[in-house]
């Protein structure tokens, strides 16, 4: 379920993605891992990089945008689409009121929200 995208859309994935690996490098050291696990586990859906990423950057934003929805919500997720989502809420409830992190939260969430207009706009 590739979803098909422009070469500047794809240029706004890569540029989405690496602003949220950023963000996790300087976090906490797990925060890394999830969000590797998240994509290789979208990666399996979709068979295409950029879609995947596309999705984990969704997930992530659902849950950054609501951390506290509700955990039978959470459950019905696909795998890592679900590990996108709880890295989100995380880092909105532990990290994205902190000095140290609020600019990169921000900034991750900006991205992430362009990523999801691109969702929206891209054809399958």
Request: charged share 30%.
């Amino acid at each position: 379920m590739a979803l098909q995208f422009t070469k500047q859309q794809l240029a706004t994935i890569k540029d989405a993605f690496s602003e949220l690996e950023h963000l996790c490098s300087r976090t906490n050291w797990t925060d890394m891992g999830e969000l590797k696990s998240a994509l290789k586990l979208e990666r399996k859906q979709s068979d295409d990089l950029q879609t995947a990423r596309a999705m984990v950057l969704k997930g992530w934003l659902e849950g950054y945008q609501n951390p506290r929805m509700p955990i039978s919500v959470v459950y019905a997720l696909r795998e890592g689409y679900r590990n996108a989502v709880l890295l989100g809420a995380r880092h909105k409830v532990e990290r994205a009121d902190t000095e140290y992190n609020k600019d990169l939260c921000k900034e991750a969430e900006s991205f992430a929200l362009a990523v999801d207009q691109i969702i929206d706009q891209a054809r399958y």
